[in-house]
């Protein structure tokens, strides 16, 4: 009898914690809910409760299987793909090879996409059905990472898709996944209402209804979860990371991620929008397009003190895209260090002996301090002889739209990529803008080297392992460290709060989605 009673303690409780109410209270809103709209983190963290791709990255950024339960290369340019059979849409249709071949067609046809997918759908020649659960992805090269690439993309429905734009996803009717979670109602500015899917091919989700609430404000978010009125905040800075952690009702959860911090760089062009004389008349000549000039901005930059006085200790010093561990890493590009003399020589070599004048942009809601981060690099640049007019920051919404307009002449940025090594990286960022060829996708200052784009290329079509490592390490130096296409600053750590009673799974790819959230803790 005593046993009986304990099991249906156990499924009473089993049954309260699948049907808990969830809060988070994020800092930074998604931009639509097309899961093809914008390849950009807030949109991934949104939409892939909805959404399914055809693999997952687990918290250590491994692959796992999603959609797709194998894949193999039946030769250079052909990939068979096995699905998951037995999945339905949030409308109780079944999902199938079909809803794959169009939602691997579908980014080419978004258009104004703000950050667009296609560069992980430009390998992609054609999709052939061989039956309910088995297709062949055809490639227009030899594409070793396949599936790193299309693995991905959200899967949409084809019949709910078909013909649909983003008013038809951001008010629902067209936002119909296979994801744990079925789309409510979306309050632009305020909240999105999700319900558990309780026919998710991974069982019941652990929350029954959610709510992402977008609290830009950082002391608002954590005095809403000291109040209780969210259960779960991103971005804790670092200074509020031990108040936090001394009240017995809440956790923080914190780690490292594969974000990238670092300065781009209008270089290409032959003249730059926030770039003047020392009396602030604009120069008719784009300094930044000297590589001297480039390198003496890093040459001024103390990276250490930025990491330590302004991130709160929150960071690791970077002189690449990827971190140690991650494939492409290169051992021999280190941070580079401040030298404030040999700052000011460059720029007297390159012509520019007085300096001259700089508007410098960041975010100030993107990551933690980042409008502290840019006003200590707008002292830092000060005192190596550019003269700084203005430090401005703005909302991740408004400054993602300008600097894809090349408004700006450096501004501070974030990346963190889906995959676990350099390729992502180094085609989004680096490579020669071709949206159509998926390369360039956030390379939002059209920097350009045909060299680099031989050697990424090269690496992109290489099968084995060690030698494509190889060739991404060559491709980084080149760029970054002969070229300084980017200022790599540091990789971000990050700290999520919660209240007791939940635990925050740390992830590599700094993700906000609720998968990482667990009852327990």
């Not at 299309?150 to 734009?165: D, E």
Request: aromatic residues 8%; neutral net charge; hydrophobic residues 40%.
């Amino acid at each position: 009898m005593r046993a009986r009673s304990l099991a249906l303690l156990a499924a009473l409780t089993l049954s309260q914690a699948q049907a808990a109410d969830l809060v988070f209270g994020r800092g930074t809103e998604h931009a639509s809910i097309d899961p093809h709209f914008n390849d950009a983190g807030n949109d991934v963290s949104t939409n892939q409760n909805i959404f399914d791709r055809l693999v997952e990255m687990n918290a250590r950024q491994e692959m796992t299987p999603g959609l797709a339960t194998a894949w193999r290369a039946l030769d250079p340019m052909r990939w068979e793909v096995k699905l998951r059979p037995g999945v339905t849409f949030h409308d109780g249709s079944s999902f199938g090879p079909e809803d794959v071949a169009f939602s691997l067609d579908r980014p080419n046809r978004v258009v104004g996409a703000a950050a667009p997918w296609t560069r992980s759908v430009a390998s992609v020649a054609g999709v052939d059905i061989v039956d309910a659960t088995t297709i062949i992805v055809r490639t227009k090269t030899p594409k070793p990472m396949l599936m790193d690439e299309i693995g991905n993309v959200f899967i949409v429905s084809k019949r709910a898709a078909t013909g649909a734009g983003l008013d038809d996803f951001n008010n629902g009717r067209a936002a119909i996944g296979t994801g744990p979670y079925r789309f409510v109602s979306w309050q632009r500015g305020d909240r999105l209402e999700l319900r558990g899917y309780a026919a998710h091919w991974r069982g019941t989700p652990e929350f029954d209804r959610v709510t992402l609430r977008f609290i830009p404000n950082t002391a608002s978010r954590i005095a809403d979860l000291m109040a209780g009125s969210v259960d779960v905040i991103d971005g804790v800075p670092p200074n509020d990371v031990p108040t936090i952690a001394a009240r017995k009702e809440l956790r923080v959860w914190s780690g490292l991620t594969n974000r990238i911090t670092f300065l781009a760089i209008d270089s290409p062009r032959a003249i730059t929008p926030f770039a003047t004389d020392l009396s602030g008349v604009p120069l008719a000549k784009n300094p930044l397009a000297d590589v001297r000039v480039r390198r003496a901005i890093s040459k001024m930059i103390n990276r250490p003190a930025i990491v330590e006085r302004v991130a709160g200790g929150q960071g690791v010093l970077a002189g690449q895209i990827v971190p140690p561990g991650q494939g492409g890493y290169a051992d021999d590009l280190l941070p580079d260090t401040m030298d404030v003399e040999m700052a000011k020589r460059l720029l007297a070599e390159a012509g520019y002996p007085q300096g001259f004048g700089l508007t410098i942009h960041s975010s100030n809601d993107r990551f933690p301090e980042d409008s502290a981060v840019l006003q200590a690099l707008g002292q830092m640049f000060t005192r190596g002889g550019i003269k700084v007019n203005a430090v401005n920051s703005m909302p991740f919404n408004i400054i993602i739209a300008q600097a894809a307009q090349q408004k700006f002449s450096l501004f501070l940025w974030a990346y963190n990529s889906g995959a676990p090594d350099a390729s992502e990286g180094l085609k989004s960022l680096l490579a020669t803008r071709n949206v159509a060829a998926g390369m360039g996708g956030s390379n939002r200052t059209q920097y350009s080297n045909p060299a680099f784009d031989a050697l990424l290329a090269q690496g992109l079509a290489e099968f084995d392992e060690t030698r494509r490592n190889a060739i991404f390490a060559e491709a980084t130096r080149l760029a970054i460290r002969d070229d300084v296409g980017i200022i790599p600053l540091y990789w971000q750590k990050h700290s999520w709060g919660t209240r007791a009673g939940l635990r925050y799974e740390t992830n590599v790819q700094d993700d906000n989605a609720v998968r990482f959230v667990h009852p327990g803790g």
